[in-house]
């Protein structure tokens, strides 16, 4: 292969259009100056790699990922990664504690033994084909969902979708794109501009409209929290675009130009990471903390565990730390050896997986939180926390199951008593009833949904138990609500639950009615792992909820009845409007259907264990 083809060959696998080649302006990759971080070995230089990768993952990788074991992708899955996004997973992401001990140079044999190809620093890669002819000023006063929940309460509500729900039937694409990255932002919705980033450690700002590009940043990274837009005072256009990536760095680019105005790391921790999505309010963004140690506790090496969920206050204009309140008043101490020699610790774990709920009138702030990694006890692992907003001291904490000590994997010693894996992935809903009454509501994937007082943390009512619930079972990234009726989607296994959707009465959690995943449906969900389950938050609009399954299907559901209004099957191969023909989606999963200004947008393709293909839809009624 020439050197320029090969170049055209690994941007292709990063699905960047090759305009230029066809144009014979393509440029083979001039010795652009890496990102800091990216290291380059010598052998690179010609373009040889003479450290062959495949006893290196025979050696390190193929106990977990060939057979694939747990949450583990197999490396038929992993070869359709991009190579940054392999060589990130190993250098800054989940997997670096697996290649510690790894130089650069087999670093780089095993992602190119793994991907057929090598990482590109990212500055080699061209600007997209199809920029915006014109960058027109914010419109701050234009359709918005802003933020994981659209509002401050988390309700996954538009009241204002700019279609009926009677229209729902006739929503077609209207553009698609596609870009590097697998796990994804949902799509944040500014006025015409449209903001996503997914784990391929590139932010977009795109045109709504059109999905032109406005502008890109590339760091180096990833990250897949929601973002947000708020007034930044320094930022060129007024507005700042926050981000919280894998990481755990929090960065502000002016929304207008994507210019980077600060980025801050919020907290230290090994393996610790931003999934649930910063809230932003009144000038500080609330950042919630998470870790991969439920992967890296099976490592014998790694001396697990150490995390414990946290929240970090941040001044949204200088990206100053204002206080950091972890969930627990205690830190691991040490506790056992493991059978490696390595030294354990605990209590561990508790990880905040959802974005923040602000409650402007208590002056508080509620999380959720995950399971806990070990067998010492864990006093607030899956339960919902108040935190003052203001100092971040706790002020009631409601644990509905205590000892849910889990690994995922095999389990590195003893654990005591092996808990279910019930996280709380999933953000509290603020409602205020009719009665006037406020509600704090989440379900957990137990498939249980919770209703508590949001001065006490009492619990008022509790759903029945919905499905099985269990490991990747029950509502995982969470429901939507109108404030009368709650949606929480069901990602169980039909084997052991009821994968689909159930709606709840928000006054007392009573069945209103609930669906069952459609049987027999054609799924062509790359990986060929096709579920059923509705593991994706789903999203609310006037007499309509809609709800993303693992087997690349986006359904609406009529909210009198839960009868079936619409289904699109994402994984439906479409020309793209960055010029890739046929380009697929994939799976859907956590962050769900953003919804404003009369579109819907989705992200379909969805990384981990099911495959990767990320392909962003863009639908309005007809098309139009
Ligand atoms: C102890 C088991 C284990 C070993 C050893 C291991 N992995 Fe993994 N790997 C996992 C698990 C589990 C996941 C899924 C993590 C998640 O989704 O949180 C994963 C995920 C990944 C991913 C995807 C990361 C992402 O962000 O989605 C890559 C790439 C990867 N592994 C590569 C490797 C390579 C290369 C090696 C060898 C150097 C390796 N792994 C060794 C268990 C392992």
Same mark, same amino acid.
């Given at each position: 292969?020439?050197?320029?083809?090969?170049?055209?060959?690994?941007?292709?696998?990063?699905?960047?259009?090759?305009?230029?080649?066809?144009?014979?302006?393509?440029?083979?990759?001039?010795?652009?100056?890496?990102?800091?971080?990216?290291?380059?070995?010598?052998?690179?230089?010609?373009?040889?790699?003479?450290?062959?990768?495949?006893?290196?993952?025979?050696?390190?990788?193929?106990?977990?990922?060939?057979?694939?074991?747990?949450?583990?992708?197999?490396?038929?899955?992993?070869?359709?990664?991009?190579?940054?996004?392999?060589?990130?997973?190993?250098?800054?992401?989940?997997?670096?504690?697996?290649?510690?001990?790894?130089?650069?140079?087999?670093?780089?044999?095993?992602?190119?033994?793994?991907?057929?190809?090598?990482?590109?620093?990212?500055?080699?890669?061209?600007?997209?084909?199809?920029?915006?002819?014109?960058?027109?000023?914010?419109?701050?006063?234009?359709?918005?969902?802003?933020?994981?929940?659209?509002?401050?309460?988390?309700?996954?509500?538009?009241?204002?979708?700019?279609?009926?729900?009677?229209?729902?039937?006739?929503?077609?694409?209207?553009?698609?794109?596609?870009?590097?990255?697998?796990?994804?932002?949902?799509?944040?919705?500014?006025?015409?501009?449209?903001?996503?980033?997914?784990?391929?450690?590139?932010?977009?700002?795109?045109?709504?409209?059109?999905?032109?590009?406005?502008?890109?940043?590339?760091?180096?990274?990833?990250?897949?929290?929601?973002?947000?837009?708020?007034?930044?005072?320094?930022?060129?256009?007024?507005?700042?675009?926050?981000?919280?990536?894998?990481?755990?760095?929090?960065?502000?680019?002016?929304?207008?130009?994507?210019?980077?105005?600060?980025?801050?790391?919020?907290?230290?921790?090994?393996?610790?990471?931003?999934?649930?999505?910063?809230?932003?309010?009144?000038?500080?963004?609330?950042?919630?903390?998470?870790?991969?140690?439920?992967?890296?506790?099976?490592?014998?090496?790694?001396?697990?565990?150490?995390?414990?969920?946290? &929240?970090? #206050?941040? +001044?949204?204009?200088? =990206? $100053?730390?204002? !206080?950091?309140? @972890?969930? *627990? /008043?205690?830190?691991?101490?040490?506790?056992?050896?493991?059978?490696?020699?390595?030294?354990?610790?605990?209590?561990?774990?508790?990880?905040?997986?959802?974005?923040?709920?602000?409650?402007?009138?208590?002056?508080?702030?509620?999380?959720?939180?995950?399971?806990?990694?070990?067998?010492?006890?864990?006093?607030?692992?899956?339960?919902?926390?108040?935190?003052?907003?203001?100092?971040?001291?706790?002020?009631?904490?409601?644990?509905?199951?205590?000892?849910?000590?889990?690994?995922?994997?095999?389990?590195?010693?003893?654990?005591?008593?092996?808990?279910?894996?019930?996280?709380?992935?999933?953000?509290?809903?603020?409602?205020?009833?009719?009665?006037?009454?406020?509600?704090?509501?989440?379900?957990?994937?137990?498939?249980? &949904?919770? #209703?508590? +007082?949001?001065?006490? =943390? $009492?619990?008022? !009512?509790?759903? @029945?138990? *919905? /499905?099985?619930?269990?490991?990747?079972?029950?509502?995982?990234?969470?429901?939507?609500?109108?404030?009368?009726?709650?949606?929480?989607?069901?990602?169980?296994?039909?084997?052991?639950?009821?994968?689909?959707?159930?709606?709840?009465?928000?006054?007392?959690?009573?069945?209103?009615?609930?669906?069952?995943?459609?049987?027999?449906?054609?799924?062509?969900?790359?990986?060929?792992?096709?579920?059923?389950?509705?593991?994706?938050?789903?999203?609310?609009?006037?007499?309509?909820?809609?709800?993303?399954?693992?087997?690349?299907?986006?359904?609406?559901?009529?909210?009198?009845?839960?009868?079936?209004?619409?289904?699109?099957?994402?994984?439906?191969?479409?020309?793209?409007?960055?010029?890739?023909?046929?380009?697929?989606?994939?799976?859907?999963?956590?962050?769900?259907?953003?919804?404003?200004?009369?579109?819907?947008?989705?992200?379909? /393709?969805?990384?981990?264990?099911?495959?990767?293909?990320?392909?962003?839809?863009?639908?309005?009624?007809?098309?139009?």
């Amino acid at each position: 292969m020439s050197r320029m083809s090969r170049f055209a060959a690994a941007l292709a696998g990063l699905g960047v259009l090759m305009v230029a080649a066809s144009a014979g302006l393509a440029q083979p990759p001039a010795r652009a100056t890496p990102k800091p971080g990216y290291v380059v070995p010598p052998e690179n230089s010609a373009g040889l790699y003479p450290i062959s990768g495949e006893p290196i993952f025979k050696a390190k990788c193929a106990g977990c990922h060939e057979p694939a074991i747990g949450r583990a992708p197999t490396r038929e899955l992993l070869a359709g990664r991009s190579p940054e996004e392999v060589y990130d997973a190993l250098t800054i992401g989940v997997m670096r504690t697996m290649a510690e001990s790894m130089t650069p140079a087999e670093i780089y044999g095993v992602v190119r033994f793994i991907t057929g190809k090598s990482p590109v620093p990212q500055t080699a890669q061209g600007p997209d084909p199809n920029l915006c002819k014109t960058n027109g000023p914010l419109r701050p006063s234009g359709p918005q969902w802003n933020g994981w929940g659209r509002d401050l309460a988390n309700s996954r509500y538009q009241p204002k979708p700019g279609f009926a729900a009677a229209d729902i039937a006739k929503l077609k694409v209207k553009w698609a794109f596609s870009y590097p990255g697998t796990k994804n932002t949902e799509p944040l919705v500014f006025g015409d501009r449209l903001f996503v980033a997914s784990m391929g450690g590139k932010v977009y700002s795109l045109d709504a409209n059109t999905g032109c590009v406005h502008w890109r940043f590339d760091y180096r990274g990833g990250g897949r929290a929601s973002m947000s837009v708020g007034k930044l005072a320094s930022a060129p256009s007024g507005w700042a675009l926050y981000f919280g990536d894998d990481r755990m760095y929090v960065h502000a680019f002016d929304a207008g130009s994507g210019k980077e105005m600060w980025s801050v790391r919020v907290a230290d921790h090994k393996v610790g990471r931003i999934t649930g999505s910063p809230a932003l309010y009144n000038g500080v963004l609330y950042v919630p903390l998470s870790a991969s140690e439920e992967s890296q506790g099976n490592v014998g090496a790694y001396g697990c565990c150490t995390f414990i969920g946290t &929240v970090v #206050a941040v +001044d949204a204009q200088r =990206g $100053k730390r204002l !206080w950091t309140q @972890s969930i *627990l /008043g205690e830190t691991p101490h040490p506790t056992r050896k493991n059978a490696a020699g390595a030294q354990m610790f605990g209590p561990a774990g508790g990880a905040i997986w959802s974005a923040p709920t602000i409650d402007a009138k208590r002056g508080l702030l509620y999380v959720a939180t995950g399971d806990s990694y070990t067998e010492i006890e864990h006093a607030t692992s899956d339960a919902v926390i108040a935190l003052d907003l203001k100092t971040g001291k706790i002020r009631w904490i409601n644990q509905v199951l205590a000892n849910d000590n889990f690994m995922s994997g095999t389990i590195n010693g003893p654990l005591g008593q092996r808990g279910p894996d019930y996280d709380f992935g999933s953000s509290p809903h603020l409602v205020t009833l009719a009665t006037g009454k406020s509600l704090l509501i989440t379900g957990n994937k137990s498939s249980i &949904v919770y #209703a508590m +007082d949001p001065d006490t =943390g $009492k619990t008022i !009512w509790q759903s @029945s138990k *919905l /499905g099985s619930g269990g490991a990747g079972g029950g509502v995982e990234w969470g429901s939507s609500t109108d404030g009368r009726i709650v949606y929480a989607p069901l990602a169980d296994t039909p084997a052991r639950g009821r994968p689909g959707l159930a709606a709840l009465g928000a006054t007392d959690g009573k069945t209103l009615w609930q669906i069952d995943a459609p049987k027999g449906v054609v799924c062509n969900v790359p990986s060929g792992r096709c579920l059923p389950g509705f593991s994706q938050a789903s999203t609310a609009i006037p007499g309509a909820v809609f709800a993303g399954a693992l087997d690349g299907h986006l359904r609406a559901y009529a909210a009198a009845d839960g009868k079936l209004l619409w289904d699109y099957d994402t994984t439906t191969p479409v020309d793209t409007v960055n010029g890739i023909k046929g380009a697929p989606g994939g799976t859907l999963d956590m962050g769900g259907a953003t919804i404003a200004g009369g579109r819907v947008f989705i992200h379909s /393709g969805y990384g981990g264990s099911a495959g990767a293909n990320n392909l962003l839809l863009a639908f309005s009624v007809d098309g139009r």
